[in-house]
């Protein structure tokens, strides 16, 4: 596991590794575990139970392997190669499951790490097993050096603008993708009478300068039931439908719909 930049989450010095576990001078340590992440959570608040549960973080996995958010990810892949250069430092922020980090390391070489509150979600990117070095972590006390990090992407997660530009280098730039207008309308064209498009608004991001905005779209088709159900659970949706909404999204046997994302670029 590459701990460059990582910094021990209880007195923030630098990091050693020996015998599978990071310590710090002070000895605070952290096991690295079999999947080869290390929970760096000083809270120790990052229980299984934290986050999408087993089964929904496998369901997420599964629906982005497919490769239907592959535009937003290759977006992204772009954004990042075009900022940064082979030994650079690049995060992903609130990574889920790994897929975009993924997606990114087989790309371009560069200093890849990721993290999420969620073990369940840190496990499976780890179990990705891209070279990127994977660790729980809140974004409310990010365990990363001052001014480290080239590049950071954010995807779809919420937002610490004070954490993301203490992280980022002086000339490092930080994406963040929200969902636009018209995202997955046709879902819930599905689930509403009256669905409504999204109102695309960007994080309260004090501190940083918004540079660059890149809009991506497109269309897919879900073919299953599976994958429809797939999706449903990772939006916010699957927690506030009514049970007519989701019944009618049941008899569906396909599903196309409209998929847009909004990149903003900020910088410090
Ligand atoms: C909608 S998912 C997006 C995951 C990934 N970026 C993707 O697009 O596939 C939001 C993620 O944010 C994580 N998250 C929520 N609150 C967090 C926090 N305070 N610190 C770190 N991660 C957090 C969740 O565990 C979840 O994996
Ligand atoms: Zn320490």
Redesign the pocket.
């Known amino acids: 596991m590459n701990h460059a930049i990582l910094r021990c989450p209880v007195c923030g010095n630098a990091l050693t590794e020996t015998d599978r576990t990071l310590r710090c001078e002070q000895n605070h340590c952290f096991d690295i575990a079999k999947e080869g992440y290390c929970n760096l959570n000083s809270a120790h608040r990052s229980g299984d139970n934290?986050?999408?549960n087993k089964d929904m973080?496998r369901s997420?996995r599964d629906f982005?392997n497919k490769g239907f958010?592959a535009p937003l990810a290759e977006a992204v892949c772009q954004c990042v190669e075009g900022c940064t250069q082979k030994g650079d430092s690049v995060l992903?922020?609130?990574?889920?499951?790994g897929?975009?980090t993924e997606y990114l390391t087989k790309r371009m070489e560069r200093d890849f790490y990721g993290?999420?509150?969620?073990k369940n979600?840190v496990r499976l990117a780890a179990k990705r097993h891209c070279g990127a070095s994977f660790f729980v972590?809140?974004?409310?006390r990010i365990p990363i050096a001052d001014g480290s990090v080239k590049a950071a992407f954010?995807?779809?997660?919420?937002f610490?603008a004070a954490e993301f530009g203490r992280i980022l280098a002086k000339d490092g730039t930080l994406f963040t993708?929200i969902p636009g207008r018209r995202h997955l309308f046709g879902l819930k064209e599905a689930l509403y009478d009256t669905p409504y498009e999204n109102d695309e608004q960007k994080p309260q991001a004090d501190g940083l300068r918004l540079t660059d905005e890149i809009r991506v779209k497109g269309e897919i088709t879900l073919g299953s039931q599976e994958d429809i159900q797939a999706l449903f659970q990772?939006t916010p949706y699957y927690y506030h439908t009514p049970s007519k909404g989701m019944a009618r999204l049941e008899q569906l046997g396909s599903l196309t719909t409209e998929i847009e994302f909004v990149i903003a670029a900020y910088q410090k």
């Open positions: 934290i986050g999408d973080a997420r982005l958010y992903d922020i609130c990574c889920g499951e897929y975009y993290f999420d509150l969620s979600m972590a809140n974004i409310a954010h995807l779809f997660a919420p610490q993708a990772m």
